[in-house]
């Protein structure tokens, strides 16, 4: 299967700091990619979809301006969780493509 | 809105023996329904989808649409087998995927 890295895989920030979140399709391109989330013992939830050269869309619920995506190429796409909180401390995976190709996921740990 | 429902958080069964892992959705159109698996400490891989007729690792699922159901079989378990699963439908026209909320699934020796 297709290859998706995440960096990093484990970040510890203060609250009110912003932490930015790379993934990247290292062996294929694809217009479109996803952001989840998944909080410890629950189902991932989609956080929104992203295609390249477009606004993604977000989930209901999920505030655009907290969770910045940019999806500048085919292969390259970011999540900055801006003026994070405690509350924001979870699991953040994303996956490229209509195959949906999962990345290991980025820890984020809010103190 | 469309859902998927896997009743089971939790299942044990012991080597050898059958193993079913159920999931039901809920849309009126035409679905495709998926299972991802994930290994402990791996990420999320897609197991298999409906529309392959596929037997991957021995597993097999049937898109029942009288039932709107797509559960997971496996006539002989094996310890290699334990992770967690979970089931998720793509609807007609959508990219996004809805995935249940997951059965973790426990091999005994």
């Known amino acids: 299967g297709a290859v998706v890295s995440q960096h990093p895989s484990w970040v510890i920030c203060k609250s009110g700091t912003s932490v930015k979140i790379e993934c990247r399709s290292l062996d294929f391109q694809a217009t479109t990619m996803f952001w989840y989330r998944q909080f410890p013992k629950q189902s991932l939830m989609l956080m929104a979809t992203s295609n390249e050269g477009s606004k993604a869309t977000y989930e209901q619920g999920v505030e655009k301006d907290k969770f910045l995506i940019n999806h500048a190429s085919l292969t390259l796409s970011t999540l900055t969780v801006t003026s994070a909180h405690p509350e924001d401390s979870s699991f953040y995976i994303c996956?490229?493509?209509?195959?949906?190709?999962f990345g290991p996921g980025t820890r984020l740990t809010v103190t | 809105a469309q859902r998927v429902t896997q009743p089971e958080k939790l299942l044990s069964v012991f080597k050898g023996a059958p193993v079913e892992l159920k999931c039901n959705y809920s849309y009126s159109g035409s679905p495709e329904l998926f299972w991802y698996v994930q290994y402990s400490r791996q990420r999320l891989q897609l197991l298999l989808r409906h529309i392959s007729r596929e037997s991957i690792k021995g597993f097999t699922a049937d898109l029942n649409k009288g039932e709107t159901s797509f559960h997971l079989k496996k006539p002989f378990a094996q310890e290699e087998d334990s992770a967690m699963y979970y089931c998720a439908l793509r609807y007609q026209g959508a990219q996004k995927l809805v995935f249940g909320q997951g059965t973790r699934l426990t091999i005994n020796p």
């Open positions: 996956s490229w493509g209509y195959e949906q190709y």
